[in-house]
């Protein structure tokens, strides 16, 4: 998912990533997310209880 991710975003125009990065820093703040610690929530690993 994060190889699909990456290679869609920089097929993107240039403008294009920008517009997309400026409105997820704006959602970021408007939720206080510097405030966060988001840590527990990231996980690399593909869950094993499936």
Known sequence: MHENFIHSFTELE???QTQ???S???????MDADKLD????LDVNAPTDL
Not at 24 to 30: D, K
Not at 38 to 41: E, F, H, I, Q
């Open 38 to 41: 988001a840590s527990p929530l």
């Open 14 to 16: 240039s403008w294009e």
């Open 20 to 22: 997309i990065l400026s």
């Open 24 to 30: 997820l820093q704006r959602v970021a703040t408007m």
